[in-house]
């Protein structure tokens, strides 16, 4: 109902705006990190192993919604988020908040949250709550560069929830 609410209150504000276009699809491609538990060892080609991180998978998401200048979106999002370290495909549906205010005259900070469910492929019935907060840098061409913390509450390798850190590109067409 809430979600109704604000899906109102937005595409009301978006019919008096000098932009009559105020739909949006967003495009995400993410690259989920984890910490490099054999950092500062030497291999058998004695080459020394300094990296700090290392990929953990492939995070690819699309969405759909309602935008009022750039500044403030409210979609519905999903896509697949693939864990490699704990073989884990995921399949959030969620609603995505961003915001975006000007930080100069071509450039947006980008603060995103999402909210919904997330379902394990292939491990039977597997389901829980999903969350995620994003923060990164919109470009004049609506490309975002962000960092993403995200959540899932599915019980997995003796753990009630997992997460991840990512690092990636958003593409958004307003």
């Not at 910490?35 to 990296?51: D, F, L, M, V």
């Not at 997330?118 to 491990?123: E, F, I, K, N």
């Not at 960092?147 to 599915?154: D, R």
């Amino acid at each position: 109902m809430r979600l109704l609410i604000l899906l109102a209150f937005l595409f009301t504000f978006s019919a008096f705006s000098q932009n009559k276009k105020f739909t949006y699809i967003q495009f995400d491609v993410a690259l989920p990190i984890k910490g490099n538990p054999e950092r500062g060892e030497t291999n058998p080609n004695e080459n020394k192993n300094n990296s700090w991180f290392l990929p953990d998978g492939l995070n690819t998401k699309i969405g759909y919604g309602l935008h009022y200048n750039k500044w403030i979106a409210l979609g519905i999002n999903s896509g697949i988020d693939w864990k490699w370290a704990d073989k884990l495909v995921i399949v959030p549906v969620f609603a995505n908040l961003k915001l975006s205010p000007k930080i100069s005259e071509d450039t947006r900070i980008a603060l995103q949250l999402g909210l919904g469910k997330a379902m394990a492929l292939g491990r039977g019935d597997l389901m829980g709550d999903y969350k995620k907060i994003s923060l990164g840098v919109q470009t004049p061409d609506d490309l975002i560069i962000f960092i993403e913390l995200s959540h899932y509450a599915i019980p997995i390798n003796n753990q009630k929830d997992t997460g991840s850190i990512s690092f990636g590109l958003s593409l958004i067409t307003f």
